[in-house]
């Protein structure tokens, strides 16, 4: 059941420009390496997504009790395993583009001393190459009553996966069971945020869901307090590719005129040509 859910909500393929902010620096790893670097979601906004799902199934848990659910001690073991297993458990890889490329929040965090962008990359390119390489992209959701609509089936999947086990057994007995459910949960969490950040319009990249990653390709690089695992997404499908970029908008600088023509030659050495040009965010820029 959860699985169906899923397809459904990364079946919808995105048909706006995707726009990615970043730093000066990353817009150089990315059109030098053609590829960005996709976080083990874990450790975005210090996990803060990911805990937003276990609060929902923890209102949705104790909503159910407190109608005197038949399988109280059912619904608290799966609390506890999703509370331990969504950060501690198996790894799914992201990386987040915006439907919208000029927004003050977003050049706050990326674009604080003058020197940030948002690439706005082809959607159809994107797509191809999630597909090639077995990621999926899928919108956010941010409407409380859809994500707990939404909760509401995952609890009823996990009811019908323990169909015929009596309630108050080992819980070890009821997480073995919920194990089947760990990468559909892992990939509805993704795409689940707070609806405080809907002016973000995300579409969320991920990846296959990783379970040994001494096996997998993951690397390393430094966050802001701690080293924060990444895998490589390629964002061409043939290796004679350029970045395939719509449009590009430069944050806000104290030399305009300077970094624009900086970005346009750095651009454009790279064979990269975007298709509706490069554009100031017109956002005044102001030293703290």
Same mark, same amino acid.
């Given at each position: 059941?959860?699985?169906?859910?899923?397809?459904?909500?990364?079946?919808?393929?995105?048909?706006?420009?995707?726009?990615?902010?970043?730093?000066?620096?990353?817009?150089?790893?990315?059109?030098?390496?053609?590829?960005?670097?996709?976080?083990?979601?874990?450790?975005?906004?210090?996990?803060?997504?990911?805990?937003?799902?276990?609060?929902?199934?923890?209102?949705? !848990?104790?909503?159910?009790?407190?109608?005197?659910?038949?399988?109280?001690? %059912?619904?608290?073991?799966?609390?506890?395993?999703?509370?331990?297993?969504?950060?501690?458990?198996?790894?799914?890889?992201?990386?987040?583009?915006?439907?919208?490329? #000029?927004?003050?929040?977003?050049?706050?965090?990326?674009?604080?001393?003058?020197?940030?962008?948002?690439?706005?990359?082809?959607?159809?390119?994107?797509?191809?190459?999630?597909?090639?390489?077995?990621?999926?992209?899928?919108?956010?959701?941010?409407?409380?009553?859809?994500?707990?609509? %939404?909760?509401?089936?995952?609890?009823?999947?996990?009811?019908?996966?323990?169909?015929?086990?009596?309630?108050?057994?080992?819980?070890?007995?009821?997480?073995?069971?919920?194990?089947?459910?760990?990468?559909?949960?892992?990939?509805?969490?993704?795409?689940?945020?707070?609806?405080?950040?809907?002016?973000?319009?995300?579409?969320?990249? !991920?990846?296959?869901?990783?379970?040994?990653?001494?096996?997998?390709?993951? #690397?390393?690089?430094?966050?802001?307090?701690?080293?924060?695992?990444?895998?490589?997404?390629?964002?061409?499908?043939?290796?004679?590719?350029?970045?395939? %970029?719509?449009? !590009?908008?430069?944050?806000?600088?104290? #030399?305009?005129?300077?970094?624009? #023509?900086?970005?346009?030659?750095?651009?454009?050495?790279?064979?990269?040509?975007?298709?509706?040009?490069?554009?100031?965010?017109?956002?005044?820029?102001?030293?703290?």
């Amino acid at each position: 059941m959860i699985s169906t859910i899923t397809e459904t909500l990364f079946s919808e393929p995105p048909q706006e420009t995707l726009y990615h902010y970043t730093s000066l620096s990353g817009v150089l790893g990315i059109i030098g390496s053609q590829s960005l670097w996709a976080s083990d979601i874990r450790y975005m906004n210090d996990s803060a997504e990911l805990r937003h799902t276990a609060d929902l199934v923890a209102n949705e !848990v104790a909503s159910r009790i407190d109608a005197s659910h038949r399988r109280p001690h %059912l619904l608290t073991s799966f609390l506890d395993w999703v509370k331990h297993r969504i950060t501690n458990g198996h790894i799914l890889f992201g990386a987040s583009f915006r439907a919208n490329g #000029n927004l003050l929040s977003q050049w706050r965090g990326y674009s604080a001393v003058g020197k940030g962008a948002s690439l706005g990359f082809n959607p159809a390119t994107v797509a191809s190459c999630a597909a090639k390489q077995h990621f999926r992209m899928g919108r956010c959701i941010y409407d409380r009553l859809e994500q707990q609509a %939404l909760i509401a089936q995952v609890v009823d999947a996990v009811e019908v996966l323990a169909d015929g086990i009596e309630d108050g057994v080992e819980r070890e007995v009821y997480h073995q069971l919920f194990e089947h459910l760990e990468s559909d949960l892992l990939r509805l969490a993704a795409i689940l945020k707070h609806p405080s950040f809907e002016e973000e319009q995300e579409w969320r990249l !991920v990846s296959p869901v990783v379970s040994d990653y001494r096996q997998a390709a993951v #690397n390393f690089r430094e966050g802001r307090s701690m080293l924060v695992p990444y895998i490589s997404f390629s964002l061409v499908a043939d290796d004679n590719d350029a970045v395939d %970029l719509d449009h !590009v908008y430069l944050g806000p600088t104290p #030399n305009i005129s300077l970094s624009m #023509n900086s970005m346009k030659m750095c651009l454009a050495k790279h064979g990269i040509r975007p298709a509706n040009g490069i554009e100031y965010c017109q956002i005044p820029y102001r030293q703290n």
